[in-house]
């Protein structure tokens, strides 16, 4: 039977999550250059049709690169010893969180809860949280391992 003091020391092992880390990460990459070679995709989707009317989808699409690049940078950092990683990997779950969040409200919002992928929304949200708790971790420590 899985606890959640299993999961509590899952969650918190030295390099806990780096895997849903990246695969967020690749997420929001990928989200980015969607939106910026295929403008069609922000009518497309319904937790970002609002948008398309908005904003441009080449301005839209820089949230979503930055975090992700930002994400992918700081790990590889991360991966090599270096202690920038950690200010960088708190920034992109910044944004991440705040893009996630979006996608979540727009999509209750628009869909009322019906849209299959607001659980992967909703896990980005709460994912993103544990990665910025994870990076203040290390930048307060002032080592990144």
């Known amino acids: 039977m ?11 092992r030295p390099n ?11 997420t929001e990459i ?14 497309n989707m319904i937790s970002l049709r609002e948008l398309y009317w ?3 989808h080449y301005i839209m699409c820089i949230p979503w690169l930055f975090a992700g690049t930002l994400t992918i940078s ?10 920038v990683c950690a200010p960088m990997r708190l920034l992109g779950s910044y944004i991440s969180t705040g893009l996630w969040f979006l996608m979540l409200g727009e999509g209750v919002f628009e869909a ?3 849209l ?30």
């Open 2 to 12: 899985f606890t959640i003091d299993e999961l509590n020391k899952f969650l918190d």
């Open 16 to 26: 806990g999550g780096v895997e849903v880390e990246i695969l967020y990460a690749i």
């Open 30 to 43: 990928w989200f980015g250059i969607t939106i910026l070679l295929t403008p069609v995709t922000l009518l």
């Open 54 to 56: 908005l904003v441009p």
């Open 74 to 83: 700081g790990l590889l950092l991360y991966r090599k010893g270096y202690t």
């Open 112 to 114: 009322g809860a019906a």
């Open 116 to 145: 299959g992928s607001l659980a992967f929304y909703f896990f980005g949200c709460v994912w993103q949280v544990r990665i910025m708790i994870s990076a203040k971790r290390r930048l307060r420590a002032g080592w990144n391992g």
